[in-house]
Antibody, heavy 116, light 108 residues
């Protein structure tokens, strides 16, 4: 079955960076897109960026451009997102999402990042 | 920039009743790129509808989507106790690739 398993909760200090992982299984990793979406009570659901695992190409939301880097490792079918220069406003649940071209049909369980 | 506005913000209904949730876009959008998600506390969103009216795999037929242009609707024909949750509409577009509405809470 399709699964996206994300790394565990993180607690970071302001100014630090965090690297999140998303291990995919049950489908052809290189035939999909992987998005990263975060959720906060204040902003709701926010799209952060996308990677094409087959090509390695990325696109980032203007709000996060320059502060996030999305990568993938096709050998381990894992996507990663690094967020730098963390502030308290980055405290959120971060989700990876599989997309086959029209919508996010499978979501990871989410990773809570607390910046304090 | 296109903004999605969901209404109402919350809906109080009883099991067995019909729920009608609206999603308005600030300008006309392609219906192919409208999706609806359900989210329960502590869980990730779950895809219900894509292409404005196509049910995702495994979604019961009491869920239906409709609409075009700037107005889209999610209808839950007869509410089941497990349907009480927050519902989000989403536009799949250029950049940002996903835009979400602010959500509608369906509560008992």
């Amino acid at each position: 079955q399709v699964q996206l398993v994300q790394s565990g909760a993180e607690v970071k200090k302001p100014g630090a960076s965090v690297r999140l992982s998303c291990e995919a299984s049950g489908f052809t990793f290189t035939s999909s897109y992987i998005h990263w979406v975060r959720q906060t009570p204040e902003q709701g659901l926010e799209w952060m960026g996308i990677i094409s695992p087959i090509a390695g190409t990325t696109d980032y939301a203007p709000k996060f451009q320059g502060r996030i880097t999305i990568t993938r490792d096709t050998s381990s079918t894992t996507a990663y997102m690094e967020v730098s220069s963390l502030t308290s406003e980055d405290t959120a649940v971060y989700y990876c999402v599989r997309d086959l071209g029209v919508a996010g049909d499978y979501w990871g369980q989410g990773t809570l990042v607390t910046v304090s | 920039e296109i903004v999605l506005t969901q209404s109402p913000g919350s809906l109080s209904l009883s099991p067995g009743e019909r729920a009608t949730l609206s999603c308005g876009a600030s300008q006309s959008v392609t219906s192919s790129y409208i999706a609806w998600y359900q989210q329960k506390p502590g869980q990730a969103p779950r895809l219900l509808i894509y292409g404005a009216s196509i049910r995702a795999t495994g979604i019961p037929d009491r869920f239906s989507g409709s609409g075009s242009g700037t107005d889209f609707t999610l209808t839950i024909r007869r509410l089941d106790p497990e349907d009480f949750a927050v519902y989000y509409c989403q536009l799949y577009g250029d950049s940002p690739m996903y835009r979400f509405g602010q959500g509608t809470t369906v509560e008992i």
